[in-house]
């Protein structure tokens, strides 16, 4: 209702009030006039207020409209910061695992020409192709801590080998666990190492006098300052229960390293220290598959248990000195230990030669190294498993060349010239040729 309509109901209203009554007096056209006019201003208020109202919807509806524009944007915002959120999260994750791994595949040829109490060579000539494979996952829960699990190809568990024979009629290898540890960093120069791990101290040049498949098992803490270095370790070997009256304390492997690195240039010398001590093994037989790999033993017990006559104290000494002849890499090394327990057969030395190194596209390397290892200088359960057999009480030559194509692709031939039974028994040659395609990734 408007001003006008208002006015002409009034109108119409007083016509007909005149109308029948003929007259009107001043006053009630005074009151009527007043009446109006009230009317007319409420009218006025009226649509004033109905206006400001229309003007708060309109400004209503647009806020809403507003709002709705900034909660779809909102959503896609957060949308994609979860996509970004996850993406980090997956990026994160990914910089902390690395999986690495090699393949070998080996031709290997043994001729072992030992004999029997009868004089009669005891074993034909061998050949056989072998695959190992490993596969490590290494991971960084948090900035100081590294966690590695390992699976290696493996037959019956042996420690110092991860090879598998091809034969079976196609049977299914077997794979176990490798390597279990973790490594804390607990200073920029020293490490915590907890599990089944990598050897934790340094070997001179191609030393075999640790088998390098072995994986012990404890603890070791290693520590790298300036031209220092070492580690110390304590490693499980056997752990025994039994009755009260029996003896049960645990055959254990305790050790310790120290050295000194020096650089000069291009190149660099090393000088190292290491002691370890079998500590409880003597009189047991803490062996694999029941062999003493050549250690003294005397049988003991009925049916008689072959056991460890000696303890094994043994020092070990070490050199290696790295050069660089233009862009080639040579290197010399010596290694010598003693078993502090026996009076005789204590002694063990090993010496050679390295040119070039085989690891970038077309680079390539040879080598040779002579061994000797009397019968109880080393504990026999650690020394490399190809050199005389596996067992000690040999010496010989080990000749060796590479050559990789690609990185990552190596092909090696080694060549084992050895001798058995150097201190007791009757002396025998023990041959044996590796030929071996290795991929790494």
């Known amino acids: 209702m408007n001003k006008f309509a208002v006015a002409t109901a009034v109108a119409a209203v007083l016509s007909a009030s005149m109308g029948s009554a003929h007259a009107a007096s001043n006053d009630e056209l005074a009151d009527i006039r007043s009446q109006l006019q009230g009317l007319l201003q409420r009218v006025d208020k009226l ?12 400004n209503l509806k647009a806020q809403d409209d507003y709002l709705k524009a900034e909660t779809r944007g909102l959503r896609k915002e957060a949308a994609t910061q979860a996509v970004q959120v996850n993406n980090t999260k997956g990026v994160e994750w990914a910089s902390r695992v690395a999986v690495k791994g090699d393949l070998r595949y080996r ?52 420690p110092r080998s991860s090879n598998q024979s091809l034969d079976g009629s196609f049977s299914r290898k077997s794979v176990d666990l490798d390597l279990a540890y973790f490594d804390w960093k607990f200073a920029s120069w020293g490490d915590l190492i907890g599990g089944k791990m990598k050897q934790p101290f340094v070997k001179a040049g191609q030393s075999l006098f640790w088998d390098n498949d072995l994986n012990p098992e404890g603890l070791a803490v290693t520590f790298n300052r300036g031209l220092l270095f070492g580690s110390a370790y304590s490693f499980w070997v056997d752990e025994i229960s039994g009755a009260e009256n029996t003896r049960t304390s645990d055959v254990m492997l305790y050790g310790g390293q ?16 290491h002691y370890y001590d079998l500590s409880a093994g003597e009189g047991r ?26 303890d094994y104290e043994v020092v070990n000494v070490m050199a290696e000195l790295n050069l ?65 057999g596996g067992t000690t009480d040999s010496e010989g ?45």
């Open 47 to 58: 649509e004033q207020e109905n206006a400001a109202l229309k003007s708060e919807n309109e």
């Open 107 to 158: 031709y290997e040829y043994i001729g072992d020409e030992a004999v029997n109490g009868a004089g009669v060579q005891g074993t034909a000539d061998r050949y056989r192709d072998r695959v190992r494979a490993r596969v490590n996952i290494e991971t960084r829960p948090t900035d100081t801590i590294t966690a590695v699990i390992g699976l290696a190809t493996t037959e019956g568990g042996d």
């Open 258 to 273: 120290v050295g000194l690195k020096f650089p000069f240039g291009n190149n660099s010398l090393m000088v190292a220290a």
């Open 285 to 310: 037989a803490p062996f694999y598959n029941a062999s003493s790999n050549g250690n003294t033993t005397v049988g003991v017990g009925t049916p008689a248990t072959q056991v460890l006559v000696n």
């Open 324 to 388: 660089l002849l233009g862009a080639t890499p040579l290197q010399f090394w010596v290694d010598a230990a003693q078993n502090q327990d026996p009076e005789d057969y204590d002694t063990a030395w090993a010496a050679g030669v390295l040119f070039g190194k085989a690891s970038n596209a077309k680079s390539w390397e040879l080598g040779t190294s002579y061994q000797v290892i009397e019968k109880d200088a080393l504990f026999g359960q650690l020394i490399d498993s190809d050199f005389g």
């Open 397 to 441: 030559w080990i000749v060796r060349a590479g050559f990789a194509p690609t990185r990552n692709w190596t092909l090696n031939a080694t060549y084992f010239i050895n001798k058995r039974n150097i201190d007791v028994g009757t002396e025998s040659d023990y041959d044996r040729l590796q030929l071996d395609f290795n991929l790494k990734f």
